[in-house]
């Protein structure tokens, strides 16, 4: 089986548009709402979307998709759902720096990253590190 490297991001709604500005200059294809079909979908839609298309979801809607991810994942293993989502992608503190400083650290989780599927995480800005998020519904 040949494993393919994460190449496609969703940005959802809720992300500056600057930010796949930044990606797309650091080789991503960066799909967006507008393009994709989902513009003011639920957050399950763009999570649905991104699953089937085999994308990771890049949001700010950290509480939200959490509980989705702990959803999907429960209904992935009950087989329910045929498969775990491609991935999810968030950060904890927001600001306006954001784009220039989030794009990056993007990027260095994902370059030699063979896919996401089924894992979600958060950047914490004020350590600069990713954090997996577990599947709880907390």
Same mark, same amino acid.
């Given at each position: #089986?040949t494993?393919? %490297?994460?190449?496609?991001?969703?940005?959802?709604?809720?992300v %500056?548009? /600057?930010?796949?500005?930044?990606?797309?200059?650091?080789?991503f294809?960066?799909?967006? %709402?507008?393009?994709?079909? =989902?513009v003011?979908a639920?957050?399950? $839609?763009h999570l649905?979307r991104?699953?089937r298309?085999? &994308? $990771?979801?890049?949001? /700010?809607?950290? +509480?939200?998709?959490r +509980?989705?991810h702990?959803l999907? #994942?429960t209904?992935?293993? &009950?087989r329910?759902? !045929?498969q !775990?989502?491609?991935?999810?992608? =968030? $950060?904890y503190?927001q600001?306006?720096?954001? !784009? =220039?400083e989030?794009a %990056?650290?993007?990027?260095?989780?994902l370059?030699?990253?063979?896919?996401l599927?089924?894992a979600?995480?958060m950047w914490?800005?004020?350590?600069?590190?990713? /954090?997996p998020q577990p599947? =709880?519904? #907390?």
């Open positions: #089986m494993v393919v %490297p994460v190449e496609h991001v969703y940005l959802d709604e809720d %500056p548009l /600057q930010i796949g500005d930044l990606l797309k200059a650091r080789g294809t960066v799909h967006l %709402p507008r393009d994709s079909g =989902t003011s639920a957050d399950a $839609v649905e991104c699953s298309e085999g &994308w $990771v979801l890049i949001t /700010q809607n950290r +509480r939200d998709f +509980r989705l702990a999907w #994942m209904l992935n293993y &009950w329910i759902l !045929p !775990p989502h491609g991935g999810i992608l =968030t $950060v503190e600001d306006p720096l954001l !784009p =220039t989030w %990056p650290a993007i990027d260095e989780l370059q030699g990253r063979q896919r599927d089924g979600m995480f914490r800005r004020s350590s600069r590190e990713w /954090q599947m =709880t519904f #907390m």
